[in-house]
């Protein structure tokens, strides 16, 4: 195990994390809300340190990350435990237990990881899989490894890290997909067990950060995929973000304790696509869902098809340098 970052000792052997806004008091030989990290006798440990649940070489655009140098692959990893309890998770095996209940595959260093990375060629180094931010310790000691040998690195994440932690991360942490599962406060209290205005206010400081921000949303019938909810989240985007942050609308499948609603059908993932184009962003994605053209990247200016993706195949016909090989028009900055 190794000692957690951001605690403190508030005496007779408590501690309180300040790592994520679970803002967890815990007692002697007690766990996190997270499940990853436990207090012994006063002092905080990570449990879940390098011992990972899942390690495979991911298209980027799989995080999904469609903005961030299309066509590389990402080391990916991860762990057990996540800091919210979504009923609807599609992960939930790894996201809602401890490694003592799970067969974590693989005990690696940092070291090994940057190593596995540069041996197969990736890009970047992505945590993912579950919430990265409950092994943080693992996630800073690699980034900062991986920045050292021209690596990047991402995280594919549920937007609740506090503001110390992301910002001490935040020179070494280049993109990240963050899940904004809904505009609605009651959805988050109910279905994750979270807080809605902390997911805005984490989102908004890594577009203050400079960290290269994409978004997903899960369309989950009967949960949040009214065009009202739609709009009001497009609408929050637009206003606290800009028009330029890449959308995506993934497609539910029946899983955990929501496996008796059915998947999501196609004309609400495409109502919701339209929506968030009539509300002015640029770049809007469907995902876990065939239908034609809804991962294609095309120019907001002229309309050219900058980037055709088809089962994580990716070319850029349309692109030089990052702009439209038409009219010019800035599409990536990393390319």
């Not at 994440?157 to 009651?186: F, M």
Request: overall charge positive.
């Amino acid at each position: 195990m190794k000692e957690a970052l951001f605690y403190k000792k508030t005496g007779s052997n408590k501690v309180k994390c300040g790592l994520c806004h679970q803002n967890c008091t815990i007692n002697d030989k007690a766990y996190g809300f997270c499940l990853a990290r436990i207090n012994e006798k006063g002092i905080l440990y990570s449990e879940v340190y390098g011992k990972l649940s899942a390690v495979n070489i991911d298209p980027i655009e799989k995080k999904p990350l469609y903005h961030f140098y299309p066509g590389t692959t990402a080391f990916s990893i991860g762990t057990c435990g996540c800091n919210f309890k979504c009923s609807f998770c599609q992960n939930y095996e790894i996201s809602q237990t401890s490694t003592k209940n799970y067969p974590y595959i693989a005990e690696m260093t940092p070291e090994q990881v940057v190593k596995q990375a540069i041996k197969n060629k990736c890009k970047s180094i992505a945590y993912t899989y579950n919430e990265p931010t409950i092994n943080y310790e693992f996630a800073i000691e690699t980034a900062e490894l991986a920045q050292k040998k021209g690596l990047k690195n991402v995280f594919v994440t549920n937007g609740y890290i506090k503001k110390k932690p992301l910002k001490k991360i935040s020179h070494c942490l280049d993109a990240a997909n963050i899940d904004l599962k809904s505009s609605s406060p009651e959805f988050y209290k109910k279905n994750c067990k979270a807080d809605l205005k902390k997911v805005f206010k984490t989102i908004k400081l890594y577009h203050e950060l400079k960290i290269h921000t994409e978004l997903t949303t899960l369309i989950i019938p009967g949960e949040n995929d009214a065009k009202k909810d739609i709009e009001k989240l497009c609408d929050w985007i637009v206003d606290n973000l800009g028009r330029n942050v890449p959308m995506h609308f993934s497609r539910f499948r029946q899983c955990y304790k929501m496996n008796n609603k059915k998947p999501t059908p196609a004309d609400k993932i495409l109502m919701a696509v339209q929506t968030a184009k009539d509300k002015g962003i640029k770049f809007v994605y469907a995902g876990n869902i065939s239908l034609d053209g809804l991962e294609n990247t095309y120019c907001p200016k002229c309309g050219n098809t900058a980037i055709v993706r088809k089962n994580y195949c990716t070319i850029m016909p349309g692109l030089r340098g990052g702009s439209c090989r038409e009219c010019g028009e800035k599409i990536l900055q990393y390319y």
